[in-house]
T-cell receptor, first 119, second 112 residues
């Protein structure tokens, strides 16, 4: 079974400081990993994904994430946070190794991390 | 493309009434997903379709919930009869080939 854990319910940082949102995953095969952001009363917006290749992936709005296979982690980072980055962030995983061939197409989401960036 | 379109955006209904939520996926996408979001349970996958065929409905909570996809451009999620515990935000998402899922704005359902 696939699962995602976001160990922090909330992350608070000052504007201009680096931002990190943590995510660990569990899959039986290779992971297909995603980060989404949700603003109040909106749907989820795609930020970035990892399936293969360079462990550091770059996404929208200056965000990046680092895939670490040995630690089964996929932490989201931004070097300098903005007040407008305040939102709810979700990590998600799809297991490419399970049945049917190529894995299941279901995404499992973490519980979400609320990011607050103070001016 | 206008993205995934859901209607209505808000729905308030009385317990016992039938509720129908609608979704138009992004043109050309072959996967469609229905999710429910609550504070207590987070984001839950209810059901997903591939090429209009239901693939996995294991997340559908009860027989009161049903979903259909009569064609590639339309899907419905129906709750009959509705109960107060069904109050949540329901999201529809679509993807191409199981890749990145694009979400609609959601339908906020309140059952009183």
């Amino acid at each position: 079974a696939q699962s995602v854990a976001q160990p922090e319910d909330q992350v608070n940082v000052a504007e201009g400081n680096p931002l990190t949102v943590k995510c660990t995953y569990s899959v039986s095969g290779n992971p297909y990993l995603f980060w989404y952001v949700q603003y109040p009363n909106r749907g989820l917006q795609f930020l970035l994904k990892y399936i293969t290749g360079d462990n550091l992936v770059k996404g929208s709005y200056g965000f990046e994430a680092e895939f670490n296979k040995s630690q089964t982690s996929f932490h989201l980072k931004k070097p300098s946070a903005l007040v407008s980055d305040s939102a709810l962030y979700f990590c998600a995983v799809r297991d490419l190794g399970g049945p049917p061939p190529g894995g299941d197409y279901k995404l499992s989401f973490g519980a979400g991390t609320t990011v607050t960036v103070r001016a | 493309d206008a993205g995934v379109i859901q209607s209505p955006r808000h729905e308030v209904t009385e317990m016992g009434q039938e509720v129908t939520l609608r979704c138009k996926p992004i043109s050309g996408h072959d996967y469609l997903f229905w999710y429910r979001q609550t504070m207590m349970r987070g984001l839950e996958l209810l059901i997903y379709f591939n090429n209009n065929v239901p693939i996995d409905d294991s997340g559908m909570p009860e027989d009161r919930f049903s979903a259909k996809m009569p064609n590639a451009s339309f899907s419905t999620l129906k709750i009959q009869p509705s109960e107060p515990r069904d109050s949540a935000v329901y999201f529809c998402a679509s993807s191409l080939g199981g890749g990145v899922s694009f979400f609609g704005q959601g339908t906020r359902l309140t059952v009183v």
